[in-house]
């Protein structure tokens, strides 16, 4: 009766009961963990699998032109959201301390290649296949959804085009047990002490990590004495605020215009080495706070943007100095940047601002810090991003060698214009700013759409290859691609550049693209922060790099 009454849906509605079905059973799945360690989000990949299956035995057909939709859909969603999350800080992670661990982790991805390359050579597996196994090894849907849309552009049969989704899952369960099992044999090989190095970390952070530290100087330089704070050689305009001043038991708020006596004490932020030059060049440090909760009329206040109008507006346009107001810091995307004159605010953006209550609640208007368009989602902003995403994924690009011209597609096109667009910020009427808990639940229903359609195609056909198939060797495959570059890079990073080892562990998770890795690594020292930042450093060059390199594989192989 039941199977009757299911053979009498239409394609489109048995096509979404199965969708849901598999999203919800997978979400299940992927939520049991045994100590710490889970399938995650690639549970919906094997509940799409199993419900494909049981269609398959039943005789029911889906609908297919809707689920390769939903399927596509579904991944612009997720790398689009990917693309506005990091965006901000995408640029940041290439500079100074974040260039070593992106560099490490680039590394790994190219080896992972390679190692794909090499097995190509040296086995019949199907290039299809392979690289959703490369994709699967690392954990890395985004790769998954990139093969199979590159297939697709060179007109690839239904046939071939579901052997990724089949690889895919041969070698996931093993690609989030290799990064484990590289942690693991890391510290255990080279006797490393995670208590020596979560010391060696903030020892490092307490010398100089911070990004936009604070210093109190009094002045004892005679020469400064009776000048004007605007006539200080290089105190304003060069990525240095002075947000108060003290004299004597009063405490004032400082402009260009103030005069600096012998004895008077400069409250300033800004980044490390330029502090140090102010104090070559004012006095000495001082040890008294410069508080404005006590005996003053100064305060501050944290104000957020979001009035339209102050957008690509710079610090200096607002002419806060005349109002006897400074901004001294502000903060983006997580980070703090230097509160510079020549800083472009973009929304979102949250300024803490310095001066009288009254001049600060007159300035607040300029900025909006509307808490109600934090918590909104521009959706004409997305849509207007997906659109750019989709054209810019679609523009052939020739490179010397390959064959056909390499596309980003509708997995690196989305991406790249959503990186793009977040740290432009906005664009006329659209503002590129999602909040957090919006962009996770986004994210979350793009990736459980896409792995669902890809488990749903690729049931019919799973257990028949695992068994009587090749996929028992695939998995050996995979586990090769999984382990080979994460050992190799991984000492030679620790022996050779004499990476923290805790900074480690989160690079390796940060180079598979892997929350559950992330856990496992802060499990190790739970009080630390070495772990998240590496991941969160490599993050997003990785995802740029996962993605391309299947699209690259094909082009060159096939």
């Not at 100590?35 to 057909?61: Q, T």
């Not at 490369?134 to 199979?148: F, K, R, Y």
């Not at 601002?353 to 607040?364: H, L």
């Not at 810090?369 to 989709?390: D, K, W």
Request: glycine share 12%; proline share 5%; net charge neutral.
């Amino acid at each position: 009766m039941i199977l009757g009454f299911l053979h009498g849906l239409s394609g489109v509605a048995l096509g979404t009961a199965a969708l849901s079905l598999a999203g919800a059973l997978g979400l299940l799945l992927g939520g049991l963990s045994w100590r710490g360690i889970g399938l995650g989000i690639g549970g919906v990949l094997f509940a799409g699998i199993f419900v494909g299956h049981l269609a398959s035995l039943a005789g029911l057909a889906f609908d297919g032109a809707m689920i390769e939709f939903i399927r596509e859909f579904g991944l612009i969603l997720f790398v689009f959201t990917i693309g506005i999350q990091v965006g901000p800080g995408f640029f940041s992670t290439l500079q100074k301390s974040g260039l070593q661990l992106n560099l490490i982790a680039a590394a790994i991805v190219v080896l992972g290649v390679v190692v794909t390359l090499g097995l190509h050579a040296l086995t019949a597996v199907p290039v299809p296949a392979l690289v959703g196994l490369m994709s699967g090894a690392v954990t890395n849907t985004p790769g998954l959804g990139a093969a199979t849309q590159v297939l697709k552009d060179i007109g690839a049969d239904p046939a071939t085009l579901s052997q990724p989704g089949l690889g895919y899952a041969v070698a996931y369960p093993f690609g989030i047990l290799g990064i484990l099992a590289s942690m693991l044999l890391l510290r255990a090989v080279l006797k490393i002490r995670v208590e020596a190095e979560e010391a060696a970390f903030d020892a490092t952070r307490a010398r100089g990590a911070a990004e936009l530290p604070s210093l109190n100087l009094r002045v004892r330089n005679p020469n400064l004495d009776g000048l004007r704070l605007g006539e200080v050689p290089d105190l304003y305009d060069a990525g240095v605020v002075v947000s108060r001043l003290r004299k004597g038991d009063e405490l004032l708020h400082p402009t260009r215009d103030t005069v600096l006596n012998l004895g008077d004490v400069l409250h300033l932020v800004g980044p490390a080495p330029k502090l140090h030059a102010m104090e070559l060049i004012l006095g000495e440090r001082a040890e008294s706070a410069l508080t404005t909760t006590k005996g003053t009329r100064l305060a501050w206040e944290r104000i957020a943007v979001t009035e339209k109008k102050a957008l690509g507006r710079h610090i200096r346009d607002f002419g806060l100095e005349a109002q006897n107001v400074t901004i001294s810091r502000v903060m983006r995307a997580g980070t703090e940047v230097p509160a510079d004159g020549a800083l472009t605010l973009q929304f979102g953006d949250i300024l803490t601002v310095v001066g009288g209550k009254a001049e600060i609640a007159a300035a607040r208007p300029f900025f909006g810090n509307q808490q109600r368009s934090l918590e909104s989602v521009q959706f004409s902003a997305v849509f207007i991003g997906i659109v750019l995403g989709v054209l810019v994924g679609s523009v052939p690009i020739l490179v010397p060698g390959l064959p056909a011209p390499l596309k980003l597609g509708l997995a690196g096109g989305p991406l790249v214009v959503a990186i793009v667009l977040s740290r432009i910020g906005f664009l006329g009427p659209f503002v590129f700013f999602m909040p957090p808990v919006a962009n996770h639940a986004l994210r979350e229903l793009g990736i459980v759409l896409f792995l669902a359609a890809v488990g749903l195609k690729a049931g019919d056909s799973f257990l028949a290859t695992l068994i009587h198939g090749d996929g028992l060797i695939w998995m050996l495959y995979g586990a090769i691609i999984t382990l080979v570059p994460l050992l190799i890079v991984g000492f030679a990073a620790r022996m050779i550049w004499k990476v923290n080892y805790l900074s480690l562990a989160g690079v390796l998770a940060g180079s598979m693209t892997d929350p559950p890795a992330l856990a496992f690594a802060n499990a190790m020292a739970p009080t630390a922060a070495a772990q998240s930042i590496g991941y969160a450093a490599v993050y997003p060059l990785v995802m740029c790099l996962r993605i391309l390199a299947p699209q690259v594989l094909v082009l060159l192989l096939m």
